[in-house]
């Protein structure tokens, strides 16, 4: 499973997700065209997630190469948050959530349906 990704690695896995292998002149144009980065804060982050384990350089060309999915991370993300403030506790979390939102009908049904697959 990931280590904690934080919002900066989060863009440039973003741009992986969306747009497949990409050089990292590529990500670079792309993340200074989304958020202002200029090259070497893209580099820095790119190896930062090479290091993690999350990003696979491929040569030539420095091509970068998503090594984890969305749903991983999403994952990842979901436990430390649920470990973080619920104390692990998935019924503390949903409770919290729904209590809060308002969920609409069709959320509820499709919440039912979650907790009958997993039975």
């Known amino acids: 499973m990931p280590t904690k990704l934080f919002d900066s690695e989060l863009k440039v896995m973003e741009a992986l997700w969306e747009g497949g292998d990409l050089t990292a002149g590529q990500l670079a144009k792309i993340l200074n065209e989304q958020t202002g980065w200029n090259r070497n ?3 820095t982050v790119i190896k930062k ?6 990003v696979e350089r491929l040569e030539p060309n420095f091509t970068c190469r998503a ?3 969305k749903e991983q991370v999403r994952q ?3 436990e430390g948050l649920i470990d973080r403030l619920f104390d692990g506790s998935a019924e503390l979390f949903l409770s919290a959530y729904a209590s809060g939102k308002g969920l609409s009908s069709e959320e509820i049904d499709g919440l039912r349906r979650l907790v009958e697959r997993l039975k």
């Open 41 to 43: 804060t893209t580099y």
């Open 49 to 54: 997630l090479i290091a993690k384990g999350a």
């Open 67 to 69: 090594a984890i999915t």
């Open 76 to 78: 990842c993300e979901a």
